[in-house]
């Protein structure tokens, strides 16, 4: 009856499908400036360890995560199980997707604005989420 308060690894299907949609929003996110390239792969997978997923399940989870974004024509039903994690696990996610935006070390208009967007599917405050974007370029430029 309360498993809905169980923690967020232990309330993960069986089948993946929290981290197929992960893996495809990010995959997403990696070829909106058509550049999908392997520094941004390596990105994604090891967001999806970072976040949980056995490490036995990464290739199968991530061709299927390909597949599921080359099928689909909309963020929203990538989003809709991540929108109700805590907060820690929707940053560790936006954390992964400013990687992916700064791994060319440029971001477009395309990929700003699809962050804007996502930050009100996710539920998340636009300061935390520039933060994390200022967190993120700052690294990179060390």
Known sequence: MF?????NKKNISKDN?????????LIHVAKIDENYS????EIIKKTLLELGLAEDSLNNVFKKSEQTEKNSN???EFTKEIKNKDEEFKIKIVEALWKIIYADNV???YEMSLMRRL?????LDTKIVGDI???IINSSIK
């Open 74 to 76: 909309q963020i929203l």
């Open 107 to 109: 971001s477009d208009m």
């Open 133 to 135: 974007k200022n967190k």
């Open 38 to 41: 392997e520094k941004e792969k």
């Open 3 to 7: 498993d809905v308060f169980k923690d």
């Open 119 to 123: 930050t009100g599917l996710l539920y």
């Open 17 to 25: 499908s929290l981290y197929i949609n992960i893996g495809a929003l």
